[in-house]
């Protein structure tokens, strides 16, 4: 059984950087995409950042430029640093695996529970 921890989150001020962690155990995800997503109150879960096993990555057009990810397969490990938060990144940011090179949320499997950044103005 796959798990996947989430880590990282916190309050910050608009302009700060917030380095997220998403740690799995149970299985390798080396050879997985990994993605990162948000779910802000009252709003669908969307897409923000992913990477493929190597290492080509795909960002959302709302944080790109700001955030970068990357991952280390032998710590089994994928890695989102946030920089220049706006209050418009507060959410729950999540983490998954996929098969494949998507945006689409319903190809991904293995979430966590999530990890809770807020950006104060």
């Known amino acids: 059984q796959v798990q996947v921890v989430e880590s990282g989150g916190g309050l910050v001020q608009a302009g700060g950087s917030l380095r997220l962690s998403c740690a799995a155990s149970g299985r390798s995800l080396s050879r997985k995409v990994m993605g990162w997503f948000r779910q802000a109150p009252g709003n669908e879960r969307e897409f923000v950042a992913s990477i493929t096993w190597n290492l080509r990555t795909d960002y959302a057009d709302s944080i790109k430029g700001r955030f970068a990810i990357s991952r280390d397969n032998a710590k089994n490990t994928v890695y989102l640093q946030m920089n220049d938060l706006k209050p418009e990144d507060t959410a729950v940011y999540y983490c998954?695996?996929?098969?494949?090179?998507?945006?689409?949320?319903?190809?991904?499997?293995?979430w966590g529970q999530g990890t809770q950044v807020t950006v104060s103005s």
């Open positions: 998954a695996a996929a098969g494949i090179a998507t945006r689409l949320r319903g190809l991904y499997d293995y």
